[in-house]
Nanobody
Framework: VQLQASGGGWVQAGDSLRLSCAASGRAFSSYAVGWFRQAPGKERQFVASISWSGTSTYYADSVKGRFTISRDNAKNTAFLQMKGLKPEDTAVYYC????????????????WGQGTQVTVSS
């Protein structure tokens, strides 16, 4: 499966953004999706994941209550709705896919999108 993340941008603290992860290739509905982020000089960090059916989601503590992961299998797209953005959310955001659900380690995902930059100013 090929993934393409989009929707990033420059926003002010408190604003919202919605990231999209468009998939092509193999049956997207068979794959769980994870969102990760990587700030300069830091390791790639788990943000959220959603099962193939969309019935199971999991969030990093740092984004819980502010970010919402969802998916539309009919459109082969997953989303990350981000609200109440903070400067510490600034990073390149990546989507990833794997047949296993609830994976939080980047090394466990087999498919990756190219990343989209999110910059939050104070």
């Amino acid at each position: 499966v090929q993934l393409q993340a989009s929707g990033g941008g420059w926003v002010q603290a408190g604003d919202s953004l919605r990231l999209s992860c468009a998939a092509s290739g193999r049956a997207f509905s068979s794959y769980a999706v994870g969102w990760f982020r990587q700030a300069p000089g830091k390791e790639r960090q788990f943000v959220a994941s959603i099962s193939w059916s969309g019935t199971s989601t999991y969030y990093a503590d740092s984004v819980k209550g502010r970010f919402t992961i969802s998916r539309d299998n009919a459109k082969n797209t997953a989303f990350l709705q981000m609200k109440g953005l903070k400067p510490e959310d600034t990073a390149v955001y990546y989507c990833a896919a794997d047949r296993q659900s609830n994976l939080i380690l980047p090394s466990r995902y087999n498919y990756w999108g190219q990343g989209t930059q999110v910059t939050v100013s104070s």
